[in-house]
């Protein structure tokens, strides 16, 4: 699976001969700047600052989050809670989502420097 610039979401086969086997149009308004896929859900971020979540049998949108104003760098569910998910972006902020709620209940930005990635 791979965001592209053009906001679309692609997933390939990596074998010899095959290629695309679906894609996601206009999945961000801009470029997809991070993806997590695991089981249960596809998680995005964007350059518009959006976090998604994209339900990965049926590949549609089913949350989505605005609370970041520039682009995220990365997006990953957390490991010990099922229902939540962290993401973090280059305004400095990082931010914890509540799926079950459907809402963000952390929310921590830093006063220099710049996000480039979160483990």
Same mark, same amino acid.
Request: charged share 25%; proline share 0%.
């Given at each position: 699976m791979s965001g592209w610039s053009d906001g679309?979401? /692609?997933a390939f086969v990596m074998e010899e001969g095959k290629g695309q086997i679906w894609e996601? +149009?206009?999945a961000h /308004? !801009? %470029?997809? #700047? #991070?993806v997590? +896929?695991?089981?249960n859900y596809i998680? #995005?971020? !964007? +350059?518009? !600052? +959006? @976090? /998604? @979540?994209w %339900? /990965?049998?049926q590949r549609q949108m089913l949350l989505q989050f605005n609370d970041q104003k520039?682009?995220?760098?990365s997006v990953f569910p957390d490991y010990k809670l099922a229902n939540m998910i962290h993401s973090c972006s280059v305004d400095r902020s990082v931010c914890t989502y509540d799926l079950k709620h459907e809402k963000r209940i952390n929310w921590r930005q830093t006063a220099n420097g710049q996000n480039c990635g979160m483990a």
């Open positions: 679309f979401l /692609r996601i +149009a206009n /308004r !801009g %470029s997809i #700047t #991070t997590h +896929a695991d089981a998680l #995005t971020g !964007g +350059a518009e !600052g +959006a @976090v /998604r @979540v %339900s /990965r049998a520039k682009d995220i760098v």
